[in-house]
């Protein structure tokens, strides 16, 4: 029995070894450029060229910097660190202003969705429903402040925060940070409102729903994908603004951008940018994760049709 087992085995290795080193063969005869080139098209290899070099531009810098980060000893001729460690992440937490930034990012990431929602959201509800004279010309408005350079709006409008007494102010920076997201929370939620059929309103009022509870019940919860998107667009670009919050907000309101701006600054180590880029990474992938069902080509694009 053990003679027949031996040789039975001895059989299979044979049968299956030839066939696992032609396919090992197989594989690294692909791996040349001209044989696969003829075996896939001159199309498909484009294609694939393509696909690299995008992937190699858009995941390189990602993957430097998730590299950067944790590398205590780094210089420019080396591919890799010479030193793997903590010690740029114990760095950048040993520092007073890193949890009073963070706070205070959020608070101005939560305050400025919130108050955007309170006035956008009616704003792209009339915008969908209602036909008025300038409606387009209202809903184009929303791009001027994206049309022009940052810099120069947020110094017209310091020169009027600092008249009115805004300047180093919560309210001040709030406001800055609603200029950047009135598109965002206008077009997006006003395509929304849109896409909801005006027969499913009407069929709540007919069985004796008055116009606001129609809006809560109907309208509302079927607009929410697209206002979902405005809404995590407008935190993140929130969490992510500095060139206004340091001119506004001076020295009194320091953002995790404009943190890192100082730390950066302070030292010449590039791996403290990369352990602050990641810091500012992570609310966003979490938030992005969350809401991933209403993330979609449908919502982004939709905002951007004006009927």
Known sequence: MYFVTVVYIDRLAHSILPVYVTRRMLMFKMLNPRRFYHAVGRRKFLEFI????????FYGPLLNMLMLAFANEYTVPNVLPTKWGFDWWKYVFGQDSLVSSMIQSFIVAIATTLI??????????????????????????????????????????????????????????????????????????????????????EAARDVGAGPVRTFFKVTLPMAMPGIAVATLYTFLGSMEEA????????????????????????????????????????????????????????AIAGGFKMN
């Open 116 to 201: 955007s929602m309170v006035f956008c959201i009616p704003a792209a509800y009339s915008i969908a429903r209602f036909k008025y004279r300038g409606r387009k010309l209202f809903m184009l408005s929303f791009l001027l402040t994206n049309a022009f350079p940052k810099l120069g709006i947020y110094t017209s409008i310091a020169v009027l925060f600092y008249k009115y007494g805004l300047m180093g102010t919560y309210p001040g920076v709030i406001i800055i940070h609603m200029i950047n997201s009135m598109m965002f929370m206008v077009w997006l939620p006003s395509s929304a409102f849109r896409n909801v059929h005006r027969q499913q309103e």
């Open 50 to 57: 393509l696909l690299a070099v995008f992937i190699l531009f």
């Open 243 to 298: 060139q206004g919050t340091m001119l506004v907000g001076l020295a009194k309101i320091q953002t995790m951008p404009v943190a890192m701006y100082g730390i950066v600054l302070d030292s010449s180590a590039v791996q403290i940018g990369a352990v602050f880029a990641l810091l500012l990474i992570i609310p966003s992938a979490v938030l992005i994760f969350a809401m991933r069902k209403f993330i979609g080509p449908e």
